[in-house]
């Protein structure tokens, strides 16, 4: 990067910093004035932000008294006054923006300021956190503060029913996780009556570890399944035949992108095992996609790595946090094969109903803002897509903690040998401990090992995170060996224990880089908060994942300059850190792009998503007559048939199928007879059709004589065949997505052809409804009392 952009950045910020600290001063005053204030006097400072809000003042006029009164709040209720750095942070999470707080800093009650000036407006403010532990916690803290000023607090979780969930929503300010936000938002979309709703319209969110939710979780879309056809038999026959391949002879394995492919060999096998011409030919597409499934699973997906086995079940791991994705299933028939090929029950596949990405989703707010300690990495990413900068408020202590230079050993036997006799050494002067890994498997072989040298510790990984906070908790107290997997804990701090600082503070210790750098300093910052001592080193061998993958060869050939030939050789030195610095920096690029990717495809999705369900809604939010919506939709259908019967010639028009379309979609054969189109223009017909379509409406009204039961049946008939058709054009757009890929091979830009394709299967889909809605609405018998 050129200096002067760096320098103009860095120069930026400060600026930025000089801006935010005049506003905090006087939020600091205000402070000052209200602290004379008795509890009630401060307590009736809300409703009268309130009035004032609504009588035109804006959030941003009040902020300095809001923030003041809240500060004082906390202050009087918490026994915490929120430091000037925090009211910094609060600033630029009002204005929409990313707040980078080192760990430590006190996010959750800077997060209070900009919560309450914002729950203000009565629209409804969502605080957004990784799990359903942090939103409990959080609610039940902060919410003493919120209840105290007047303000209601909700939490939305899981296991609610809509009614708890509508509570939750319709308060000022609404606790949940993502997942839920996402999965309420969807299920609001697919209701049938307006009061089966559980969301307002989406207003402020505020999103807590934003790098988390937006970034590391952003390339797996949310998705709403129903059951679908698949075959349990065809799973098990491909995984047997894949358990017969050789490697390297049948078959190869791209690490780098995490795929298999056949060999010549291993078609032929493919052939003679399922006694076939030729695997490849267009009537055994889905068994060969049956086979690259049990291909992925057997040789690329690893138990206790990607997944593990419990209770007779294949549960995903999340490989960023290294927790268990409970009721997370992989699409696309992968799950299934893992399911073959552990033996356990396969369980149903399923269609996709309903669908949206994180990007998407948290696009829809009117006012998006996150907080976190890692964001700088991936600045570029939240201005792109989230267009949210972030700023990086300076810590209310200096930062003294040691981060020692990464120490490299060429096997992994010799570097955990060095990890257990380091901290064995720390174990002895009693410095509390906390051992970093990337994966479950790792986590079980450190404790294995620990056990045998006698070193008491605790194990926090996918496994067990039910007492997670507690044993984070606690790994500041002297003589503590925790070991976790990477971000497990996250959002709750280690307090040290007496004595610990006179010992050096906490000492952290990585057993390998992550493929993501924030990960890395999100576990560095676990120790030195607050200006405590700390330290953190990580320890890293050759034959790591992310070495395996993107590094060792520079790596290696740095070695040979230093020449360092010998098995037990280590190595401390800027200079391979920098070079693992540079891997990382290459993985981050790759699972942006793939985020990119999946967000440019979801665009396509997204536009048709904003038109159905903008639809839907005006069509469950009507209270008079839908003859608005399903009369043009009768009108497009008669002009796409007669248009397409009365090309050329008049002599070659085919009036047969106007009249039976006609009398099959319109009216009854007696209404109608090739007499009265023989002799007509094109339009001509499609008026004399358009009438009496009007007049059989109008008629069907007149037959029921009650709006409201014709108003019922009308949506009956919308919103039924509406649903069935975008859940099958979902499901279509999927498919579309996944053989996309292969019109690259033809010179084809992929997303173009998506694109194209996407929106003339979106118009077919219309033109199919359309047709629907017209047969079943004038074709169907009205029945008295009929419910969506």
């Known amino acids: 990067m050129p200096t002067n952009v760096l320098k103009k950045w860095v120069e930026s910020d400060q600026r930025r910093i000089k801006q935010l600290g005049k506003l905090a001063d006087q939020v600091?005053?205000?402070?000052?004035?209200?602290?004379?204030?008795?509890?009630?006097?401060?307590?009736?400072?809300t409703p009268e932000f309130q009035q004032r809000y609504q009588a035109g003042t804006t959030l941003d006029e009040l902020l300095p008294e809001a923030f003041a009164v809240a500060r004082e709040g906390a202050r009087r209720v918490l026994g915490l006054t929120p430091f000037r750095v925090q009211i910094m942070g609060g600033i630029v999470l009002h204005e929409g923006n990313i707040a980078e707080m080192k760990t430590g800093e006190g996010k959750t009650l800077t997060a209070t300021l900009p919560v309450y000036l914002n729950a203000l407006s009565g629209k409804g403010v969502h605080v957004v956190t990784v799990n359903e532990y942090l939103s409990e916690r959080d609610a039940e803290q902060m919410g003493q503060l919120y209840n105290w000023l007047g303000l209601s607090v909700g939490i939305n979780k899981a296991d609610q029913t809509p009614e708890e969930k509508r509570a939750a929503y319709q308060a000022d300010i609404t606790y949940s996780t993502n997942s839920e936000i996402g999965f309420d938002y969807l299920r609001d979309n697919m209701v049938v009556y307006k009061e089966d709703r559980v969301q307002r319209p989406l207003n402020f969110a505020l999103v807590d570890e934003v790098d988390s939710i937006l970034i590391d979780e952003a390339r797996t879309p949310l998705i709403i399944s129903g059951p679908a056809q698949g075959s349990n038999q065809l799973y098990q026959q491909t995984d047997q035949f894949a358990k017969t391949l050789k490697p390297e002879t049948d078959f190869k394995v791209d690490l780098e992108t995490k795929t298999v492919s056949l060999t010549e060999a291993g078609i032929n096998r493919a052939d003679k095992f399922f006694n076939l011409k030729n695997i490849y030919d267009t009537d055994n597409t889905a068994l060969t996609h049956h086979i690259d499934q049990a291909l992925r699973a057997n040789y690329v997906m690893e138990?206790?790595?990607?997944?593990?086995?419990?209770?007779?079940?294949?549960?995903?791991?999340?490989?960023?946090?290294?927790?268990?994705?409970?009721?997370?299933?992989?699409?696309?028939?992968?799950?299934?094969a893992l399911e073959a090929k552990e033996g356990v029950t396969i369980q149903e596949e399923s269609k996709t109903m309903a669908n949206i990405t994180y990007q998407n989703l948290f696009r829809r707010y009117r006012k998006l803002a996150g907080m976190t300690g890692t964001a700088k990495t991936e600045q570029e990413e939240f201005r792109e897509i989230y267009n949210m900068n972030a700023v990086s408020i300076p810590t209310n202590k200096p930062v003294i903690r040691l981060d020692e230079a990464d120490i490299l050993y060429p096997t992994l036997q010799a570097k955990f040998d060095a990890v257990i006799d380091r901290v064995k050494e720390l174990h002895e002067r009693q410095q509390p401990i906390l051992l970093g890994t990337v994966a479950v498997e790792t986590s079980e072989y450190l404790a294995q090992r620990l056990t045998q040298a006698h070193i008491k510790h605790v194990v926090l990984n996918a496994k067990n995170h039910a007492k997670e906070a507690d044993i984070v908790a606690n790994a500041g107290q002297k003589g503590a060996v925790t070991i976790a997997t990477n971000m497990a804990g996250r959002g709750t701090d280690i307090k040290l224990g007496p004595g610990v600082v006179a010992l050096g503070?906490?000492?952290v210790i990585g057993t390998e880089r992550h493929e993501s750098r924030r990960i890395d300093n999100q576990l560095r910052g676990r120790a030195g908060r607050q200006g405590d001592p700390g330290y953190s080193q990580f320890y890293l061998s050759l034959e790591d994942d992310l070495m395996r993958r993107f590094g060792s060869d520079r790596i290696k050939a740095i070695l040979k300059r230093l020449r360092v030939e010998d098995d037990d050789a280590v190595i401390r030195s800027r200079m391979i850190t920098k070079q693992v610095e540079s891997a990382q920096k290459r993985v981050e690029g790759n699972n942006y792009d793939s985020r990119k990717n999946v967000l440019k495809y979801d665009n396509v999705m997204s536009e048709q998503r904003d038109v159905i369900y903008g639809e839907r809604n005006r069509v469950i939010e009507e209270n008079e007559s839908l003859k608005w919506v399903i009369m043009p939709m009768i009108k497009r259908t008669i002009s796409r048939i007669v248009d397409l019967h009365t090309q050329g010639d008049q002599k070659h028009w085919d009036l047969d199928t106007i009249l039976d379309f006609s009398i099959s979609a319109l009216v009854s054969p007696n209404e109608i007879g090739l007499s009265n189109l023989k002799n007509k223009s094109a339009a001509e017909i499609k008026q004399f059709l358009n009438s009496l379509a009007e007049k059989n409406y109008d008629a069907k009204g007149r037959e029921l004589g009650d709006p409201q039961q014709l108003l019922e049946f009308e949506k009956v008939v919308v919103l039924r065949v509406v649903d069935s058709h975008w859940t099958d054009h979902i499901d279509a757009m999927d498919r579309l997505r996944e053989g996309i890929g292969l019109r690259g091979y033809g010179q084809l830009n992929p997303l173009v052809e998506y694109q194209r394709e996407g929106y003339r299967m979106f118009e077919e889909m219309i033109a199919d409804t359309d047709y629907d809605v017209t047969r079943l609405f004038m074709k169907a018998e009205i029945r008295q009392n009929m419910q969506r």
């Open 303 to 336: 138990r206790d790595k990607d997944y593990v086995v419990k209770d007779d079940e294949v549960l995903i791991v999340d490989s960023f946090t290294g927790r268990i994705m409970d009721g997370r299933r992989f699409s696309d028939g992968l799950h299934q």
């Open 505 to 507: 503070g906490l000492a």
């Open 28 to 45: 600091s005053e205000y402070s000052q004035e209200y602290q004379k204030l008795s509890d009630t006097d401060l307590q009736a400072k």
